[in-house]
Structures are given as C-alpha cells and as structure tokens.
C-alpha cells in the first residue's frame, strides 16, 4: 500500500510556489499578497490563521492579518474587505471562518471580490468551477485532487465516491473529479447503502466528520482513498476512516495527521499565487 505522505506533497509544492513567486518578482517587481481577516479568538483559527502567515511568509508572499474582537460590527468587516477588495498590493483576501453569529457569512462572502477569493466560496467561484471554468478552488479539496493526480495521473473513467456533500469539501471534490472525467457519486448522510456505494469506488473522498466511518470491507481492492477527516477521539486525532483496516485493501490511503491537512495551507498559497497572476494579465 503506497501511503500517500501530504507533508512531503506539501513541502514539494511550497518548493515550486517558492520559485514561481521569486519569478513573479522579477518579472512584475513586486509579490503576490494574502490578506487574512481574523474575527474573535478561537483557538483553532488562532492556530490556522498563524501557520497560514508563517507559511505565506516561507515562499516569499506579502502577508498581514487583520484581527478584529468578537464584538465587531458586520459593517465594519464589510467596509474592509471593500477597501481590500480595491488595494492593488492584495492579491488574495480570506476571511477565517466560523464567525461570530451576528455576522452574516453569505454576506462576507460575497463582499469578497471574486478575483480576490482565495477560498474559491464565492458563489461566482462556485459557478465557474461547476461550469467548468477557470476559478479559485476550495483549498481542501484541490489538495486532495493534486495527492489524487499524484498517485494516477489518468483518472478518465475512473468510478469515484464522494463521501460528503459539504459545500467546503464535498460539492467542490464532486467538480473537480467531474472535471477529470470520472463518474461521480456524491453520497450523504441521507444515502442508503453507504457501503454497497463506496465498493463500487475506484477512488473514495472521505469528507464527513465521523471517526472511522469508512471500514476495511467498504473499500474494494486497489482503490484509491483520500481521507479529509479530522477528529478528536480519546485515542488522539482520526480521520473519517478506519486507517489500519482499510490500508489492508487500498492501494493507496492518506493518514491522519500528516494527509490532507498539510496540503490545504499549501494549496491556499497556490490560489493566492494564481489570483496575483490573472490580476497581471
Ligand atoms: P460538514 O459537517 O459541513 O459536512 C459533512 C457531510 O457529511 C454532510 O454533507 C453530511 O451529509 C455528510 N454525512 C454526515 N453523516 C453521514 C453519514 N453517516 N454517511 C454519509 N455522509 C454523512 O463537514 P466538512 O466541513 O465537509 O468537514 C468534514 C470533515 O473534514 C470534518 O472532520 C472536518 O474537520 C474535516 N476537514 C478537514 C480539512 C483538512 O484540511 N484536512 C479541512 C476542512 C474540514
């Protein structure tokens, strides 16, 4: 069983957005920017938030974080990302989700400048993606996609299952192993034979939130398993599936740390990268 190891991948591709922003530089005589707007103190987005700067900071972007408190008025929020939206030196703007619940989500989210949505979310982003059209891609699923591609380039007619219908994870890995010319089934939490699907899967995303869901007998032999869960248990971190049980079938399967994860701060960098450079044409 081939252990598809998303440190390295993510290493490897911090590697290359190293080398393309060095380019950028001296071609257009500045870098590409990321603008982080941080609302609140969770802990978890604390750390998220940190480790994008610091990573933002490694390939040579322009990073800054704006930190509002809690109590932030969505008026405020929404009248910075408007002058972000118009800063020439911001080329990407992410807005750490979840937030405070007197502030509107959609709204944030669409206040976004489309060509500055490096979390692929805004519904213009959405579209394009599912028309097929260049687009910012949610950086969850365009990192397992690239693990994805890593392990078989060819995915034409491949039978995949998309375990999950978030519009975070599920829908947007649904477009884009469309786009590669699988067949696709999206499965949920409403589907009636979870497993009797995923054994028909030549690749199976995993994207729900429940520890250990996909088991060993679900997975047929040789297929290819991308596990996006993260999970608290008492045994410490797990993804959405059973680890031990299913590398015994898989020909190829992400763990939990050390899968996925990696790959998502990676993958937000790419997209900030590649904002900056439809912005130059
Ligand atoms: P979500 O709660 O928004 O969506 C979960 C989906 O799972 C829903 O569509 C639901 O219908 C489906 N579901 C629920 N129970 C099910 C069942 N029994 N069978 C089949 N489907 C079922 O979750 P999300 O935001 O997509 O996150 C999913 C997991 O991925 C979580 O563990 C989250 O922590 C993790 N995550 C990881 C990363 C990363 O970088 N690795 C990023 C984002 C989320």
Known sequence: MILIDGKKAAAELREELRQEVSELKSKYSKVPGLTVILIGDLAPSQIYVRNKEKSAKEVGLKSEVIKYPDSVQEKTVLEKIQELNGDENVSGILVQLPLPKHIDKQ????????????????????????????????????????????????????????VGRSNLNGKPMTQLLLKENCTVTITHSKTKDLKAECLEADIIVAAVGIPELVRGDWVKKDAIVIDVGINKTDKGLVGDVHFEEVSKNAKALTPVPGGVGPMTIACLLKNTIDCFKRSQI
Do not use: Q, R
């Open 107 to 162: 709204k944030v989210i669409e206040t976004i400048d489309p060509s500055k949505d490096v979390d692929g979310f805004h519904p213009m982003n959405v579209g394009n993606l599912s028309s097929g059209y260049e687009s910012s891609v949610p950086c969850t699923p365009l990192g397992c996609y690239l693990l994805i591609k890593k392990i078989e380039p060819n995915l034409n007619g491949k039978k995949a299952v998309v």
